[in-house]
């Protein structure tokens, strides 16, 4: 190793064993290449451009874990963006926004993103914001075509004509196809999942999924529950899996049966 060159920490590698790519979509030249820098530096593999055209050029030809996604862009907004980052990819999504307003970031949160950050922000924050979403997500690059069913691994928890392994953070039908999540759906349904029949309430969610419960306001929570609610849908059950209890919280009922009326 050269001098002065610094070693890949696990927060640095994905679970491929590969180096973390990240794409930075920023249309200030000065912010771009401060971020890129940085990221370069923390021992990621970064590319900056700056508008639309530019990531969808860059998505094609390479596979990202993450997006730094500015919401502020020129042609294209970021939210309309950051919708089609998600009908085609995995990848973790970051927003970077000026804006203060929150409908605005709640709305990059519906949209399928797993955190943002406020500029003006330090570059430590940023930092700090990757890595938790590395860690807490699942970044394998761009989806591939369903396979063919294939029986899923054994164990875990089925319901509903669903079956979720913990331990691989993979959630499967009964056929066997997975249902991709994002890093923060998969958060919640690791909750739900160790507090199946338990009410949970919204601030609770907020610290066992993101560690802090300040870190999101509650509105950003009951989104998170929509979204996955909306995977869930089966035969019309989805509001029975995660029921919404009045004032509580969110309670997870992993009895419901199968859409044909037979246990899972």
Request: glycine share 10%.
């Given at each position: 190793?050269?001098?002065?060159?610094k070693?890949?920490?696990?927060?640095?590698?994905s679970?491929?064993?590969?180096?973390?790519?990240?794409?930075?979509?920023?249309?200030?030249?000065?912010?771009?290449?401060?971020i890129?820098?940085?990221?370069?530096?923390?021992?990621?593999?970064a590319v900056?451009?700056?508008?639309?055209?530019?990531?969808?050029a860059?998505?094609?030809?390479?596979?990202?874990?993450?997006?730094?996604l500015?919401?502020?862009?020129?042609?294209?907004?970021?939210?309309?963006?950051?919708?089609?980052?998600?009908?085609?990819?995995?990848?973790?999504?970051?927003?970077?926004?000026?804006l203060?307003?929150?409908?605005?970031?709640?709305?990059?949160?519906?949209?399928?993103?797993?955190?943002?950050v406020?500029?003006?922000?330090?570059?430590?924050?940023?930092g700090?914001?990757?890595?938790?979403?590395?860690?807490?997500?699942?970044?394998?690059?761009?989806?591939?075509?369903?396979?063919a069913?294939?029986?899923a691994?054994?164990?875990?928890l089925?319901?509903?004509?669903?079956?979720?392994?913990?331990?691989r953070?993979?959630?499967?039908?009964?056929?066997?196809?997975?249902m991709?999540?994002?890093?923060?759906?998969?958060d919640?349904?690791?909750?739900?999942?160790?507090?199946?029949?338990q009410?949970?309430t919204?601030?609770?969610?907020?610290?066992?999924?993101?560690?802090d419960?300040?870190a999101?306001?509650?509105?950003?929570?009951?989104?998170?529950?929509?979204?996955?609610?909306r995977?869930?849908?089966?035969?019309?059950?989805?509001?029975?899996?995660?029921?919404?209890?009045?004032?509580?919280?969110?309670?997870?009922?992993?009895?419901?049966?199968?859409?044909?009326?037979?246990?899972?």
């Open positions: 190793m050269a001098a002065g060159q070693s890949m920490t696990t927060d640095d590698v679970r491929t064993g590969r180096a973390i790519h990240i794409l930075v979509v920023e249309d200030d030249h000065e912010i771009n290449a401060l890129t820098r940085f990221l370069r530096k923390s021992n990621y593999i900056g451009v700056g508008n639309g055209r530019e990531m969808d860059a998505m094609a030809g390479q596979v990202f874990d993450l997006v730094l500015d919401l502020l862009l020129p042609e294209e907004n970021g939210l309309d963006l950051c919708r089609r980052i998600r009908a085609t990819s995995d990848a973790c999504i970051i927003m970077v926004t000026a203060a307003e929150v409908t605005d970031r709640v709305a990059g949160l519906e949209l399928g993103a797993d955190d943002y406020s500029k003006p922000f330090e570059l430590v924050e940023l700090a914001r990757i890595r938790a979403v590395l860690r807490r997500g699942q970044p394998s690059g761009v989806v591939a075509p369903p396979p069913p294939a029986p691994p054994a164990g875990g089925r319901f509903a004509g669903w079956r979720f392994e913990p331990e953070r993979l959630l499967y039908t009964e056929s066997g196809v997975r991709a999540l994002t890093g923060a759906e998969t919640l349904m690791l909750v739900f999942y160790r507090h199946a029949g009410v949970v919204r601030r609770q969610l907020i610290a066992l999924t993101r560690g419960e300040d999101i306001d509650e509105r950003a929570i009951d989104l998170l529950v929509s979204r996955l609610r995977k869930l849908a089966q035969g019309g059950r989805q509001l029975e899996l995660i029921r919404t209890v009045r004032g509580d919280g969110y309670l997870f009922d992993s009895d419901i049966p199968a859409a044909d009326g037979g246990r899972s």
